[in-house]
Antibody, heavy 117, light 107 residues
Framework: EVQLVQSGAEVKKPGESLKISCKGS????????IGWVRQMPGRGLEWIGI????????RYSPSFEGQVTISVDKFISTAYLQWSSLKASDTAMYYC??????????WGQGTMVTVSA | NFMLTQPHSVSGSPGETVTISCTGSSGNYVQWYHQRPGSAPTTVIYEDNQRPSGVPDRFSGSIDSSSNSVSLIISGLKTEDEGDYYCQSSDSSNHFVFGTGTKVTVL
């Protein structure tokens, strides 16, 4: 069974750093792209970026380029999304999703990130 | 980057048919995702009009090339169809865009 399991909810202060994770199982992790999606409270889905698990080829949405870093450790089948300095506006639910062929076919359960002083 | 625009909301009674439009397509394949409150999205249509295994044939996708828009059609509306629906597409550089989202209400 294909699964993407994300790390737990985080509560951080502005200016702090954070790295959340997404661990894949039940499939050949290296053969797929993993994307990250933001959903701010009460708002729609926003594509952040995507990484190819085998060679770390990464694409970012222009809206998120320079604001976050996407990385992967293919040896432990885990993708990451990280911030070096969080802002209150980063408060959101973050989803990872496997992109297979043409669409995001499997999604993680989401990681809620709350940034508050 | 391109944008995908959807109606804010649509509604229908059980058994009726509702259509959700998505305007601004790049010409690449369009997918549709359904999200219930508190849950991750799930795919109902991919590659414009293909249904993943397990998605009922009440869900279908259509394309109108002349107006650069696609649509999700839900026939035989059920209460379980309530939630938010998002279209999604990509450009040639593997950059992805989600539509603005449509809230479906079953009256």
């Amino acid at each position: 069974e294909v699964q993407l399991v994300q790390s737990g909810a985080e509560v951080k202060k502005p200016g702090e750093s954070l790295k959340i994770s997404c661990k894949g199982s039940g499939y050949n992790f290296m053969s797929y792209w993993i994307g990250w999606v933001r959903q701010m409270p009460g708002r729609g889905l926003e594509w952040i970026g995507i990484i190819y698990a085998d060679d770390s080829d990464t694409r970012y949405s222009p809206s998120f380029e320079g604001q976050v870093t996407i990385s992967v450790d293919k040896f432990i089948s885990t993708a990451y999304l990280q911030w070096s300095s969080l802002k209150a506006s980063d408060t959101a639910m973050y989803y990872c999703a496997r992109h297979g062929g043409s669409y995001f076919s499997y999604w993680g359960q989401g990681t809620m990130v709350t940034v508050s002083a | 980057n391109f944008m995908l625009t959807q109606p804010h909301s649509v509604s229908g009674s059980p058994g009726e048919t509702v259509t959700i439009s998505c305007t601004g397509s790049s010409g690449n394949y369009v997918q549709w995702y359904h999200q219930r409150p508190g849950s991750a999205p799930t795919t109902v249509i991919y590659e414009d009009n293909q249904r993943p295994s397990g998605v009922p044939d009440r869900f279908s996708g259509s394309i109108d090339s002349s107006s650069n828009s696609v649509s999700l059609i839900i026939s035989g509306l059920k209460t379980e169809d309530e939630g938010d629906y998002y279209c999604q597409s990509s450009d040639s550089s593997n950059h992805f865009v989600f539509g603005t989202g449509t809230k479906v209400t079953v009256l």
